[in-house]
């Protein structure tokens, strides 16, 4: 079986990239999507879990990553379904359905990932419900992302494998009861997810100020703090088809440099890299070359 890993960041509209990530005073249509399809093999859809994307618009998506056929976008399921849960309604699920389609029926929908909040617990209902959701969207390479400790247990573990179900390995700061990092795979995708460890912003996306949800994706992984997570990548990547590491520790394109020296690591040599990164980050030229 060959085993494939794509690597990237979470989205790639944000402000703060520009003249960092993305080259300064570029043109008011400067594709940012399409330049990163030059560096990246995988993009995690976030603004899929504020509404669900209109037809047209995943379309487009599927569109302007078409120059790298190794392309596939990862996309977070809306909010309804994971953090508001009793409140989706058919309609909710139709929209999400219909905003895949372009994706899926394009080869470019890799995985479809249910992010739970710490909140959501391992009792009898909430398993319940989580099963009625994988039933519901059955028809994706479903991924499931939990972060309370309470489901760090073998009969869940055996459980998403027998539905063909993916587990997320998730680096987050520790609180009381957090899920701890692990290398688990329990389908044919395989999942990593890095968040940082800002602990003093973490609770921030509770806050009402857009910089201070930014704020706690404000970190920069060391080169030894990825060490861990290298390996823990290669053993998910031995056990899957297909393997998406996210970098999502996107304040000021962090994310991009540490998703950068991921794959450098995995491919063991200097990868591609957007060119201004290097004025902001000048340890990224161990991992990669200025390329555009």
Request: aromatic residues 14%; proline residues 6%.
């Amino acid at each position: 079986m060959e085993h494939v890993v794509r690597v990237g960041p979470a989205g790639w509209s944000y402000v703060d990239w520009k003249g960092i990530v993305y080259p300064k005073g570029s043109p008011s249509k400067f594709d940012e999507l399409a330049y990163l399809a030059n560096f990246f093999d995988t993009i995690e859809i976030n603004s899929s879990f504020y509404r669900p994307p209109s037809p047209r618009a995943s379309q487009s998506w599927a569109r302007r990553v078409a120059h790298n056929p190794e392309f596939k976008f990862t996309a977070k399921l809306y909010q309804r379904f994971t953090h508001e849960r009793g409140d989706a309604t058919s309609e909710d699920e139709r929209a999400v359905k219909d905003g895949m389609a372009p994706l899926s029926d394009s080869g470019k929908l890799g995985s479809l990932l249910m992010q739970f909040p710490w909140s959501f617990k391992n009792t009898d209902a909430e398993r319940h419900y989580l099963a009625s959701l994988m039933d519901r969207f059955s028809a994706y390479p479903l991924v499931v992302e939990v972060r309370h400790a309470s489901w760090n247990t073998e009969s869940v573990y055996e459980w998403l494998t027998e539905t063909g179900v993916g587990f997320c390995n998730i680096d987050q700061p520790l609180f009381s009861k957090s899920i701890k990092p692990s290398a688990l795979t329990t389908s044919a995708v395989g999942y990593v997810r890095l968040h940082g460890r800002n602990y003093e912003s973490w609770f921030a996306a509770s806050s009402d100020k857009p910089e201070s949800r930014a704020e706690r994706y404000n970190y920069l992984y060391s080169r030894e703090e990825l060490e861990p997570w290298i390996e823990k990548i290669r053993k998910v990547t031995s056990q899957a088809r297909e393997t998406y590491v996210i970098t999502n520790n996107h304040f000021q394109g962090k994310g991009i440099v540490n998703a950068l020296e991921i794959k450098s690591e995995l491919l063991g040599r200097k990868v591609s890299a957007p060119t201004p990164l290097f004025d902001r980050y000048p340890r990224i030229k161990d991992s990669a070359s200025p390329g555009g």
